[in-house]
């Protein structure tokens, strides 16, 4: 079984920054991808940033491309989110997913973690 816990979630006023972190425990793969998916009330899961744990491949929604970084930490086995330049709009439930492939898609995820809150304030 395969155990996620992000944490760094918090408040920021607009234009500020925070750094999610996301540690894995468990059964792990010979090649995966590691993904941040956030959901605001109301809304659909919205993907937002994935990256293979092997070669540190990333990949961007849309929404935050030029804004966020993804990065993994192999000998800690963490994946770390950097938001930068934090709007309104991305306030949202922040989850961490394992998948065995790089993708964007929320149902070739297996394994959550619980979510950690961002609240941003205009």
């Known amino acids: 079984q395969v155990q996620l816990v992000e944490s760094g979630g918090g408040l920021v006023q607009a234009g500020g920054s925070l750094r999610l972190s996301c540690s894995v425990s468990?059964?792990?793969?010979?090649?995966?991808?590691m993904g941040w998916f956030r959901q605001a009330p109301g809304k659909e899961r919205e993907f937002v940033a994935a990256?293979?744990?092997?070669?540190?491949?990333?990949l961007y929604g849309d929404s935050v491309k030029g804004r966020f970084t993804i990065s993994r930490e192999t000998a800690k086995n963490t994946v770390y989110l950097q938001m930068n330049s934090l709007k309104p709009e991305d306030t949202a439930a922040y989850y961490c997913?394992?998948?065995?492939?790089?993708?964007?898609?929320?149902?070739?995820?297996?394994?959550w973690g619980p979510g950690t809150q961002v609240t941003v304030s205009s």
């Open positions: 468990g059964r792990t793969f010979s090649s995966y991808a």
């Open positions: 997913a394992v998948s065995s492939i790089l993708t964007r898609g929320t149902s070739s995820y297996n394994y």
């Open positions: 990256v293979t744990w092997i070669s540190g491949t990333p």
